[in-house]
């Protein structure tokens, strides 16, 4: 059949024949990629049909695509070599696609009976997307002070922007963040940024019905601070050690990062980095007096300089070569008298205190200290007086110590004799003589007022004899007080047994009582027989 004789047979159909609308084809429209094949398919539920033609419109013209009957198929010249038509279902495969492919596609069916059905779905051939890109109209921004722009411009058709910082996308407040949409690009408007803003790293996602393309990563280096300028340690002591190691450190949240100045007072010290050491200080000629330091951080690309908290201290010199002075004469108790003296060859003191044997040594009658607690006077001195003197030297930075030992010359004191006062004859006796004294005493002894060969505390005898009744003195001498003292013992001899003990008045209440208990049994045992066994009648 002609291509004329079948168009005029279709018109013709469709001004005298039935015709219908709707369950030709799948709602549209049909998108598919340039370059690529597309199958535009129909719902036809029957093979029962007289003829089936696609028609191609770009809202101007219509041209016939192909025709098909159940014996013939028909492709028009414009299209051979591009589509094919399914005689089963009627679906129309094109491709290579090309961007004039875009436009109404309309399908007529003729059935036996003369029905004609017809429907029509667009076709759009979409451009694939690509080369997703963003750039920026500033190479470097300032936190808080600049408005970046950002475009993210791509190829393709029908597409839509999407903004993620990293993950989390970006949404619009309309204030601070703005997104403007354009049919190839998206421009993000960042007014007053944030260092916080453009780090996720930034994506751009453009997309069609068909295809997604991702940008390249995107990062804005933003310029901040310097913010939380701080010096560490923050509440360093009031004082610090003269020639310690002590230093101040400076930091600041900067980007880039801030140089630092350091300000004693509001003079500028000859010091630059993030330390200050206590040696700066001292070089500067400061420290003798408290006085504030504080740190200046600035940025070179923000231009912000800030100042840290100010730090209050004073330099003090050590306490050093502590030494304590006393009497070097032999000191006697009762006649002699002692001052103490304390002093350091170097470094400041605060404060004196003195100790006697490490307890605080207190004012008395006899213990007078200086005004200014340097020294101190024991007048006179008494054997109390013997220990070890302490004086400590101090300072808010250190303490030192040194020790005197005293030693307090005394006695000998009236001595004591141990031992016993009657002996047996032939029995052994030790007495024992003891005297307190500094130093300690030497002893001797006399018998009956005559002086025996005896020179030590013990006085001893292993056999005693009635001659050794009678009376012994123990003399204690000290060799540097030059006193003597003594005392008499007396010791008597008995004959043997003399001194035997009788039984003591608690054994002789245990006998009694032992007696009395013994004499209640016996009593009870004879009542108890009586009562047992009978008596024979005399009668």
């Known amino acids: 059949m002609k291509l004329f004789a079948l168009k005029s047979l279709l018109f013709l159909v ?16 049909v998108d598919a990629i340039l370059g690529r094949n597309v199958t535009l398919k129909t719902l036809l539920d029957k093979r029962l049909y007289a003829f089936i033609t696609w028609a191609y419109s770009d809202g101007k ?21 591009r589509v094919s038509l399914n005689a089963t279902n009627g679906f129309l ?36 997307v690509s080369e997703v890109a963003i750039k920026s109209d500033l190479a470097e921004a300032v936190e808080h002070n600049s ?76 310029h901040y601070g310097p913010d939380n300028v701080a010096i560490s340690p923050p509440n360093p002591p009031q004082f610090i050690k003269s020639g310690s190691n002590f230093s101040l450190t400076c930091s600041a949240l900067s980007s880039p990062p801030a140089t630092f100045t350091w300000h004693h007072d509001q003079d500028l010290l ?30 070179a690309k923000t231009q912000r300089l800030v100042s840290s908290p100010v730090v209050s201290f004073a330099v003090m010199d050590a306490i050093v070569g502590a030494t304590i002075t006393g009497p070097t004469a032999v000191l006697i108790a009762g006649n002699s008298s002692a001052n103490l003296s304390c002093r350091a060859t170097a470094g400041t003191v605060n404060t004196k205190v003195w100790l006697k044997d490490g307890q605080p040594l207190t004012a008395g009658s006899r213990v007078v200290f200086a005004a200014n ?3 101190v006077s024991i007048d006179p001195l008494q054997k109390e007086d013997n220990g070890k003197y302490t004086c400590q030297l101090s300072n808010p930075v250190n303490m030192a110590e040194v020790v005197y030992n005293m030693m307090v010359n005394y006695g000998p004191e009236t001595p004591m004799v141990t031992g016993e006062k009657a002996v047996e004859v032939k029995d052994p006796v030790t ?43 123990c003399e204690a001498q000290n060799a540097v007080t030059n006193k003597t003292s003594s005392y008499t013992h007396s010791l008597s001899v008995k004959e043997e047994g003399a001194l035997d003990e009788g039984l003591s008045d608690g054994a002789i209440a245990g006998i009694v009582i032992a007696v009395l208990v013994a004499l209640g049994i016996a009593i009870g045992l004879i009542f108890y027989c009586r009562q047992k066994v009978p008596v024979e009648s005399p009668y």
């Not at 013209?61 to 198929?73: E, F, G, I, K, N």
């Not at 090309?98 to 059905?117: L, N, Q, W």
């Not at 980095?273 to 070089?283: A, D, M, R, S, W």
């Open 270 to 299: 000859e010091a630059s980095g993030t330390v200050l050491t206590l040696e700066v200080v001292q070089k500067n000629g400061y420290g003798k007096e408290i006085a504030g330091y504080a740190c200046r951080a600035k940025n």
């Open 147 to 222: 408005t970046v722009v950002l475009t993210c411009s791509a190829k393709g058709s029908f597409l839509k922007f999407t903004w993620t910082n990293g993950t989390t996308p970006v949404v619009a407040d309309g204030k601070r963040l703005t997104l403007k949409e354009g049919e190839s690009s998206s421009t993000l408007t960042v007014t007053g940024v944030l260092r916080s803003d453009l780090v996720g790293p930034i994506y751009c996602t453009a997309a069609n019905a068909l295809e997604t393309e991702k940008s390249a990563p995107f990062n804005l280096t933003v």
């Open 373 to 375: 607690m340097s020294s």
């Open 431 to 473: 007495l024992v003589c003891s005297a307190s004294s500094v130093p300690a005493a030497t002893f001797t002894w006399k018998f009956n007022g005559t002086a025996t060969d005896v020179k030590t505390a013990e006085y001893h005898i292993e056999n005693v004899a009635y001659k050794n009744t009678g009376t012994y003195t």
């Open 61 to 81: 013209d219509q041209d016939t695509v192909a025709t098909v009957s159940p014996t013939t198929l028909k492709i028009s010249e414009a299209y051979k070599g």
């Open 93 to 128: 495969t094109l491709g290579p696609l090309k961007a004039e492919d875009s436009g109404d596609y309309s399908i007529t069916i003729i059935y036996p009976d003369g029905v004609t059905r017809t429907g029509e779905v667009e076709l759009r051939v979409l451009e694939p």
């Open 14 to 29: 469709f001004f005298v024949g039935c015709s219908g609308q709707g369950d030709v084809l799948p709602d549209g429209p």
